[in-house]
């Protein structure tokens, strides 16, 4: 499984009586091996995460308490996504701008990547994104 653009990913969703059990496997239902694992919570009413696009890096991102928006920008194109499910991930591709807002009480964010921490791979400034943007393609 490869993708090349945004996508939502539903996981297995395992119900009982007793609650529902979810769960993800690299390579099998992200499309990447998982190298560092990090949560977003506490997130103060009217702020926002993220605002920054990676180099090389693809992520999956998954609300796992609460709900948050999730706007992502493949050069100018913009698409708004509503994360609400904790079944329900969404795949980011490496150059895609991403911005995190809305964040309910008690809101966690999961956020999976393919790469360790390099402050390197990080594009900060959208007008910078937009030039690397258009030179990638």
Not at 20 to 28: A, G, R, Y
Not at 59 to 86: A, H, W
Not at 116 to 123: G, H, K, L, Q, V
Request: hydrophobic fraction near 30%; charge should be negative.
């Amino acid at each position: 499984m490869v993708y090349n653009e945004v996508t939502e990913i539903e996981l297995p969703k395992i119900k009982d009586l007793r609650g529902n059990l979810s769960f993800m496997e690299e390579c099998q239902h992200i499309p990447f091996k998982i190298n560092r694992a990090y949560w977003i919570y506490d997130v103060p009413g009217g702020e926002g995460r993220g605002s920054h696009a990676y180099k090389n890096t693809a992520e999956f991102i998954i609300p796992l308490s609460g709900s948050f928006t999730v706007e992502v920008s493949c050069g100018e194109d913009n698409t708004t996504y509503r994360m609400n499910r904790t079944n329900k991930g969404l795949y980011v591709p490496k150059m895609t701008w991403r911005e995190l807002s809305d964040f309910t009480s008690n809101s966690v964010c999961l956020v999976v990547s393919d790469t360790t921490f390099s402050d390197c791979e990080y594009i900060r400034d959208f007008m910078e994104y937009i030039r690397l943007y258009n030179l990638s393609r």
